[in-house]
């Protein structure tokens, strides 16, 4: 008798230890976008008014993404700081940048390791589709996280 007990004993804390384990599986692959896009992205690709923006503007464009709402944007000659505020409650995520007294309204996507930001111009309507036409009103990028 004692030696069933022993058994069921331990086939329960396997059985705890294995799904244990799935959970741990489970929460790390279902962070929260907010706890994802925290890092450091480099410019892969993208679009400005339906054409790729300037080499120079892809080799030095870094985007620094904060915990506490706050980003850092390095592009040619200029470093840009401020806050993002980011809506996971909407398909597809909202996001907006502001610094120095300019709001651009953004969509975002976190989807096999890079990030898919679509953003207007300073004070310019939000996007709806990860794109940029001609008319220069979006501003579409895909970013990687920075190697290092």
Known sequence: MSRFLLVLLAMGCCTLFVNGQDDKKK???????????IGTWVFESGEMG???????????????????????????????NGEYK????TKPAEIDFNHDGEERKGIIKL???????????P??????????????????????????
């Open 27 to 37: 929460s790390d692959s279902a962070l929260k976008l907010s706890e994802q896009i």
């Open 50 to 80: 339906g054409m790729p923006p300037p080499e120079e503007f892809t080799k030095v464009f870094k985007l620094k993404i904060m915990k506490g709402g706050k980003f850092s944007v390095d592009v040619p000659d200029q470093q840009h």
């Open 86 to 89: 980011l809506n996971e409650n």
């Open 111 to 121: 989807e096999k390791g890079k990030v898919y930001i679509c953003v207007s111009e």
């Open 123 to 148: 004070g310019g309507t939000r996007p709806t589709k990860f794109e940029s036409k001609g008319d220069g009103a979006h501003f579409f990028m895909v970013l990687t996280r920075e190697k290092k």
